[in-house]
């Protein structure tokens, strides 16, 4: 079966044969508030993805090297750290859009130590 498009999808199973196929395009990573992320707390990350094909992403989260699952159509990730675990760290994340394509994107974001309560 031939490649017309050389995106290394024979032309009988590409949807658009003619066109190459794009990787997702990594927009950014925002968190659940904008405030400072403590030890202790759950932070939600959302990444923003484009496709230029309009194809489904599929997401792959790693905090520092580390994955944190398999591949997956959320493009949110929660992450409760521990208090061991306060300083700098760095979200990755690889983007699949199930034709081949892919790309990877990354953030660095701070967990300040909070001390267990009294009261906890």
Request: proline fraction near 12%.
């Amino acid at each position: 079966d031939p490649d017309s498009d050389d995106d290394t999808i024979p032309d009988g199973s590409d949807p658009r044969p003619t066109i190459p196929n794009e990787a997702p395009q990594f927009c950014g990573v925002q968190t659940s508030s904008p405030q400072n992320f403590h030890t202790g707390g759950s932070v939600i990350f959302v990444s923003s993805v484009l496709d230029p094909d309009g194809d489904e992403v599929y997401f792959r989260w790693a905090v520092d090297s580390t994955p944190t699952g398999s591949w997956q159509q959320l493009s949110a990730f929660a992450w409760t750290p521990m208090p061991w675990q306060s300083g700098l760290h760095r979200i990755f994340l690889e983007f699949d859009d199930g034709w081949g394509a892919r790309s990877e994107g990354e953030a660095d974001f701070v967990i300040f130590y909070s001390p267990p309560r009294p009261w906890d």
